[in-house]
């Protein structure tokens, strides 16, 4: 499952994700990293049967943890099955089928973006945040 | 034996038609023979379905009471052309919004007055003995139009270039996206549905010739602009009523930081006349091959990488330098086919006859580029000698150079006269303000921004706008420093245009 680790630059000098991995044990596996002066916003993976006391881990060091769900909304009626998406996603959400419509599958979804502005057609937004 | 297109139509009226989809005739073809093909197939469907900017709707308003004659136009805030008769005006798919910008142009108006939404109206003239109104505003629909024609100086591309990317910076392009350092390729066209590949010969396609245009009947008005049947870049110029249109096959699109466009479908029946036509019919992905261009280099000859099928497009993956390069198709296939398949269905029940061409299109035109009245310099023929200067000199000398010689940048240079660094008079002014820096090695910028003797001068006037900086040093392939180009001297050249 993924998760998004949202923390303040009070703490962004700690190694946050050194720590929970040695503490958890978890393989934690980073999707997208996010720094600027004010806050930094990291977007792992970890392995579903963990997200608790992953998550638990993060929240006791400061850290604003929440699964991302819905990364992306998918609308499919401005959709022409087009397929501009396929090439610029890191992590392969989008894929031709067989006859030729694109299937999502949103799980692999890290946040980049690169999609909305891609599509022609408006049919992909970020969800609410 | 070959079919005439009276016979055609006849088995068209009494349902005996037989019509198929071209992706399907390589298969039939290759069991049948062309000869029998020729024999059982009566007509063969193609489709595309893309952006097409070439586009745009021609209307007539109907006469306001004082009347009016419009010199200017404007449906949402895109202004549509009136330099012709009083209230008739062409809205290009490309204009965009004078208030919403990117996000909302001329194929956006096309697409609301498809789907039955009102836009806002406004015009204003000057004022003659017959025409006394200065100005008008009015919300309108579709059925308030006169005429709505859509009328298309450039669609249905045979095939179409392969864009990429070699630059490390992403760019963003009427091709979408292209991620830096080859990190993808997008391409467009239908391959073996594209209409003008079915009939590369233009034996059936041609002037006057039946098409499926948005979900209505259509017509081809003749060859498009830039037609290039030499080297398959063949066009169309077509016409239709927009009235009679759907948004299941036309589409407003945005190009990101590009523009407005609007994606058209198109389907052009092709009746199988003779075994010859069977034959070509019978092109598949695999023999259709078109070129990848870098679009990193913002000339009009773009380097040619290396030449691909659109077979190979399709499957997702392409081969670049030993690099796996993922494609998007920009044109949907899939619709593409639907249209292909509706022409097909319409065709089989009797509500589409064909119509031969009454004259043919050019099969030999070429294509000239623009007649410029002079050529853009080049960095060399502009850019001055540089002043440059090594790291290991104090702040106090650079700032005695940069006021003695009266320029704002200086290049810093290694031993072996290499190019290091750059230190401009605020860097000079921030290093007296926060007393630091004996040498310029401690202040100077490392990652410069340079430009090349041989790129014209407005593609080092874009990377200085884009990298908000007022000088780029010239070098050489050595990393050599040979001049240098400010923004103030280019201004001054610009402005003499």
């Known amino acids: 499952m993924k998760i998004i680790l949202k923390f303040s630059q009070k703490i962004m000098q700690d190694p946050l994700l050194a720590d929970v991995v040695l503490e958890t044990g978890v393989r934690i596996n980073i999707d997208r990293a996010f720094v600027d002066p004010s806050i930094g916003e990291i977007v792992i993976d970890v392995p579903d049967e963990r997200v608790e006391e992953v998550a638990a881990a993060f929240r006791r060091r400061g850290t604003e943890v929440r699964e991302m769900d819905t990364p992306i909304v998918f609308d499919e009626a401005e959709c022409v099955q087009c397929g501009a998406c396929v090439s610029v996603c890191p992590v392969e959400v989008f894929e031709y089928k067989n006859d030729r419509t694109i299937s999502i599958n949103l799980k692999r979804c890290v946040l980049c973006k690169t999609c909305i502005a891609m599509c022609p057609h408006g049919a992909l937004k970020a969800a609410e945040e | ?497």
Not at chain 2, 51 to 57: I, L
Not at chain 2, 441 to 457: H, L
Request: glycine share 8%; with cysteine; hydrophobic share 40%.
């Open chain 2, 1 to 497: 034996m070959p079919k005439s297109l009276e016979e055609i139509n006849e088995r068209i009226r009494d349902g005996s038609v037989y019509v198929v989809t071209a992706d399907e005739m390589p298969a039939i073809v290759g069991e049948l023979g062309s000869e029998d093909a020729a024999r059982e197939v009566d007509v063969v469907t193609t489709g595309t379905f893309g952006a097409m900017c070439s586009s745009g709707v021609w209307m007539n308003f109907g006469h306001s009471d004082p009347p009016i004659k419009m010199s200017q136009v404007w449906l949402n805030d895109v202004e549509a052309y009136a330099g012709v008769a009083a209230v008739d005006a062409f809205i290009g798919a490309t204009q965009l919004s004078e208030t919403r910008g990117l996000e909302y142009g001329g194929a956006h108006v096309i697409e609301d007055l498809v789907a039955r939404k009102e836009v806002h109206m406004r015009a204003v003239g000057y004022a003659t003995d017959c025409y006394p109104r200065r100005s008008v505003e009015a919300p309108i629909s579709i059925v308030d139009l006169n005429e709505a024609t859509m009328l298309n100086p450039r669609n249905a591309y045979q095939r179409y270039n392969v864009a990429t990317n070699s630059t490390d910076r992403v760019l963003y392009t009427y091709m979408g996206t292209l991620l830096p350092r080859f990190g993808n390729a997008t391409f467009s066209g239908s391959g073996t549905l594209s209409p003008i590949y079915n009939d590369p010969d233009y034996e059936t396609i041609g002037v006057g010739t039946r098409i499926f245009l948005c979900g209505a009947q259509g017509y081809v008005v003749g060859n498009g602009t830039q037609h290039d049947p030499a080297n398959s870049f063949g066009t169309l110029m077509v016409c239709g009523d927009l009235k009679a249109m759907s948004t299941d096959y036309l589409r407003a699109a945005i190009l990101h930081k590009y523009g407005t466009s609007l994606y058209v479908g198109i389907g052009i029946p092709i009746p199988v006349l003779n075994e010859g036509i069977a034959r070509k019919t019978a092109i598949s992905d695999a023999d259709i091959k078109t070129t990848i261009l870098d679009y990193g280099v913002g000339r009009r000859s773009r380097p040619e990488l290396k030449t691909v099928s659109y077979e190979e497009l399709k499957s997702g993956m392409i081969d670049l330098n030993g690099k796996e390069v993922r494609t998007s198709s920009m044109s949907s296939f899939f619709k593409a086919k639907e249209i292909a398949t509706e022409l097909a269905a319409r065709i089989q029940k009797g509500a589409f006859e064909l119509a031969l061409p009454t004259a043919r299109l050019p099969r030999q035109a070429t294509q000239k580029p623009m007649k410029q009245l002079s050529a853009v310099p080049l960095v060399r023929e502009v850019m001055l000698p540089s002043i440059t200067v090594r790291e290991a000199i104090s702040v106090q000398e650079a700032a005695k150079i940069i006021v003695g010689r009266q320029v704002n940048h200086l290049p810093v240079i290694s031993a072996s006269n290499k190019l290091i660094g750059i230190v401009t008079a605020y860097d000079i002014s921030k290093a007296v303000a926060l007393n630091k820096g004996d040498s310029l090695k401690g202040i100077m910028t490392r990652r410069v921004v340079t430009a090349t003797p041989d790129e014209p001068i407005d593609l080092a006037a874009r990377r200085l706008e884009r990298h908000n900086i007022s000088a780029l040093p010239v070098i050489d392939h050595t990393n050599t420093v040979i001049g240098i180009i400010t923004s103030e001297d280019l201004s001054k050249l610009l402005a003499c245009r």
